[in-house]
């Protein structure tokens, strides 16, 4: 992951040990549009590129994983689909179904109600202590929210999260064997 990226969630990291009222700041963003509540400004501000606008989508994107961060601040190496896909096969067959119909929700939503989309997902994964890789997510939501960006990129994203999401269901299987074609 990017380095920008690594300091951010370092940033993070540090404000929940020395100022845990800054991640109550950030948790309360996520009931605003991101980047929209000023309390939250001091925290991520600083690591928004002097020239964006205010609806940058990496400035958006900051705000957003500084809210779910500060409402789940537990790093994990696995993508936010992966550790769904965990969650998942944790809960079993009867919560299994709603999970997955959120899941499909996420990778439908637009840019505007993906923060909510978001917020009910990681407090899911919060419930159960399941963490993600918030580096991850917030290079793949940079470019999520870019609404200029041609709509394929946005499209690769979907994808590849929805074969993480799956592939991680999956049972466990050994390596195709090759063919052969003597």
């Not at 960006?149 to 592939?167: C, H, N, T, V």
Request: aromatic share 8%; charged share 20%; proline share 5%.
């Amino acid at each position: 992951m990017s380095d920008f990226a690594n300091d951010f969630l370092k940033h993070l990291g540090a404000l929940s040990e020395r100022q845990p009222g800054a991640l109550a700041a950030l948790c309360r963003s996520l009931g605003f549009a991101p980047g929209a509540y000023p309390p939250a400004y001091p925290y991520v501000e600083r690591f928004v590129a002097a020239e964006s606008h205010a609806n940058h989508p990496q400035r958006l994107a900051l705000y957003m994983v500084a809210g779910l961060y500060a409402m789940h601040p537990h790093q994990a190496s696995a993508s936010l689909a992966s550790s769904l896909a965990q969650l998942m096969r944790q809960r079993g067959k009867d919560q299994g179904s709603s999970i997955e119909k959120r899941f499909v929700a996420l990778l439908g939503a637009d840019a505007e109600d993906l923060s909510n989309h978001l917020r009910q997902i990681v407090s899911l994964l919060s419930a159960d202590g399941v963490g993600l890789n918030y580096a991850t997510l917030l290079n793949d939501l940079s470019f999520w929210l870019n609404t200029g960006l041609d709509p394929e990129k946005r499209d690769r994203i979907r994808q590849r999260w929805a074969r993480d999401f799956y592939r991680a269901l999956a049972p466990a299987t050994e390596e195709p064997s090759t063919v052969n074609q003597d």
